[in-house]
């Protein structure tokens, strides 16, 4: 089944440490991308991925870091978790045309 | 700043209503302009899009209608029903991956 994998599902954790959530997808796509979704702002994109080693900033990247070393897999990393940072997050990926493919989410708590 | 404001946050259509939905963008930059259908519990799925050189776009009773020169495109759904009852979210998007989305309207359709 073509699709795109999150774990955890459900994380809390304590502020300042390191964390990774981890993002996969079967489809061979070429971009991948993670976002985070919080109560009236929407989803707002957090990084996106063109390509293997080829990353970018979306539109709020302060604390988060990613790395694409494959093309399939595509990790969120929090080096030092704040409470701000406790959200519903989730890895998308597509390879050309307009739709991205989301996986289920992962909901992260900061205590 | 919104990049892309939705509205209304909230609508509730009897069931065989027109559902209608708007967005407005300030980015140029965006190549194509997707909407998102998103139930409790799951990540967001395409619904339809749409690229700036088209007016209106039509799938099934999804009709998408853009207003390149107000910066400005809209989801009808005509009629609505209780299945359709999810949270909509247009979009804003890049060819290489930027994707920036509205609040979000909460959609409930009354049997």
């Known amino acids: 089944e073509a699709q795109v994998t999150q774990n955890p599902r459900y994380l809390i954790t304590v502020t300042g440490k390191k964390l990774t959530v981890t993002c996969s997808q079967n489809m061979n796509h070429e971009y991948m991308s993670w976002y985070r979704q919080d109560p009236g702002l929407g989803l707002r994109q957090i990084y996106y991925?063109?390509?293997?080693?080829?990353?970018d900033k979306g539109d709020v990247p302060e604390g988060y870091k990613v790395s694409r070393k494959e093309k399939r897999n595509f990790p969120l990393i929090l080096e030092s978790p704040s409470p701000n940072q406790t959200s519903l997050y989730f890895c998308?990926?597509?390879?050309?045309?307009?739709?991205?493919?989301f996986g289920s989410g992962t909901r992260l708590t900061v205590v | 700043q919104q990049q892309v404001k939705q509205s209304p946050q909230s609508l509730i259509v009897q069931k065989g209503g027109i559902s209608i939905i708007n967005c407005a963008y300030e980015n140029t930059a965006f190549d194509y302009f997707p909407w998102y259908q998103q139930f409790p519990g799951k990540g967001p799925a395409l619904l339809i899009a749409i690229r700036p050189d088209v007016s209106e776009k039509k799938e099934g009773r999804f009709t998408i209608s853009f207003n390149k020169s107000a910066k400005q495109f809209s989801l009808h759904i005509m009629d609505s029903q209780p299945g359709d009852s999810a949270t909509y979210f247009c979009a804003g998007g890049t060819s290489y991956g930027k994707l920036t989305f509205g609040q979000g309207t909460i959609l409930t359709v009354h049997p």
């Open positions: 998308a990926s597509r390879q050309g045309g307009y739709g991205y493919t």
């Open positions: 991925s063109m390509n293997v080693e080829v990353t």
